[in-house]
């Protein structure tokens, strides 16, 4: 069988393709990397058609198309300084779908606010809500933003495209990772919020699945993965256990976060927003976590390739040295990954003159913190326990052989 596998198409193609290493070629198509993957992909296949629950909320006589803006009235489009507020009357033709062609008039309703209104001029493609009357004129139509889905489609190509380019068949698994992700947040993890289970549970939960997927399809399934599993889930779970503990000194509640409130007046009354928040700590931080619980991973799984009469103590020793290096990047990143959505408020807080100590005091700043502090904890300590883990699991069995690779 290994002979039918090395002769693969592209090595007859290319005399030295093989040298590329496994990188680039698949592997064998009866090896465990290749089930994990298939498994994973058939776990997305059953959740891109689960349904979240809430698909009746949507309006069942409504259809979303791109339209182009063909005229715009702003007689009713009032300024005051920088706001604008009243509202836009657009003539619009859609441009796709099965209602193509169709012309009518759209009503574009500003509400004072620049990070949700948009004002429009002709020949603008926007994304359009509609419904027909029952000669199938257009009816009410409202224009949901510019239309961006086109070019965001492309971005995404795009960078998929340069992973796989990249990395490989790693690249191809760590996309399979991504849209896992993406899945279990969308059809699992948000709907049972919104149902009312509980989010620290739930968020546990999901947060395990997510790290599951990243440590076996990247590390494979092997002792090298399961290390990386146990050591990232350590890590998460002492987060989520100081941010309960200390948000009580904080006074901290969950109404901080965007949106929170309105999520509140659309009828969800019964959600512990709290809870919610608190959720949100330690599944931030889990991306970075996983992150380092993999590098300390594969870093031992090399040593003890290469050095196999290895000793427990030096081999975790090792792990340790290699968690120090990237844990001091890594409690940066996540400083600035939180911080870098807040540059505005921190820029008016200076201009006018704020004390760093109203400012830290204040309560949605103070989460951040928290945010912060408390995911760099578990960040720092993920390296420990996946040393630990990884020491334990990669010792030498009792006939004195180590693992085989099979990634």
């Known amino acids: 069988m290994d002979l039918l596998w090395r002769v693969h198409p592209f090595v007859l193609t290319f005399k030295h393709w093989e040298r590329l290493g496994p990188m680039y070629l698949p592997p064998p198509p009866w090896s465990k990397d290749v089930f994990c993957v298939l498994m994973f992909a058939v776990v997305c296949a059953v959740l891109s058609f689960l349904p979240t629950g809430f698909e009746a909320q949507a309006p069942k006589d ?45 009503v574009n309703q500003l509400t004072g606010k620049m990070e949700m209104d948009e004002v429009y001029a002709e020949g603008h493609a926007i994304l359009l809500e509609y419904s027909l009357n029952k000669d199938d004129s ?30 490989g068949w790693t690249g191809a698994k760590a996309v399979l990772s991504f849209v896992f992700a993406s899945l279990m947040i969308w059809k699992v993890m948000l709907p049972l919020f919104l149902k009312g289970y509980d989010p620290i549970y739930t968020g546990l939960g999901v947060v395990a699945a997510l790290t599951a997927s990243v440590s076996f399809l990247v590390g494979g399934l092997t002792r090298k993965g399961l290390a990386t599993f146990l050591g990232a889930f350590l890590g998460l779970l002492l987060t989520c256990v100081l941010a309960q503990f200390f948000l009580r000194g904080f006074h901290i509640h969950g109404a901080v976060q965007p949106f929170a409130e309105t999520l509140l007046y659309s009828g969800f009354y019964d ?25 300390i991973s594969a870093s031992m799984d090399e040593i003890i390739r290469k050095k196999p009469d290895i000793t427990f103590t030096e081999h975790v020793g090792s792990g340790l040295t290699v968690g120090r290096a990237v844990i001091g990047t890594m409690t940066t990143t996540l400083l600035l990954a939180y911080s870098g959505g807040y540059t505005a408020m921190l820029m008016l807080f200076m201009g006018q003159g704020v004390p ?19 995911g760099s904890f578990g960040l720092v300590t993920v390296a420990p326990f996946t040393a630990v883990v990884a020491g334990l699991m990669f010792r030498r069995s009792s006939h004195g052989n180590t693992e085989k690779r099979s990634d």
């Open 62 to 106: 409504s259809y979303r198309a791109r339209a182009r803006v063909l005229a715009v009235d702003n007689s009713e489009l009032r300024q005051n300084l920088i706001i604008r507020t009243g509202f836009q009357r657009l003539s619009v033709e859609v441009e796709n779908g099965p209602h193509a062609g169709l012309r009518g008039d759209a």
């Open 138 to 167: 257009m009816s009410a139509a409202y224009p949901r933003g510019r239309y961006r889905l086109q070019l965001q489609l492309v971005l995404i190509v795009m960078f998929v495209a340069l992973l796989l380019a990249v990395a």
């Open 271 to 295: 959600l512990n927003l709290t809870r919610i928040f608190l959720a949100g700590v330690f599944i931030a931080s889990s991306g970075a976590v996983m992150d380092l619980a993999m590098d």
């Open 356 to 374: 760093l100590e109203n400012i830290f005091n204040l309560n949605f700043v103070a989460a951040e913190l928290l945010n912060t502090v408390v």
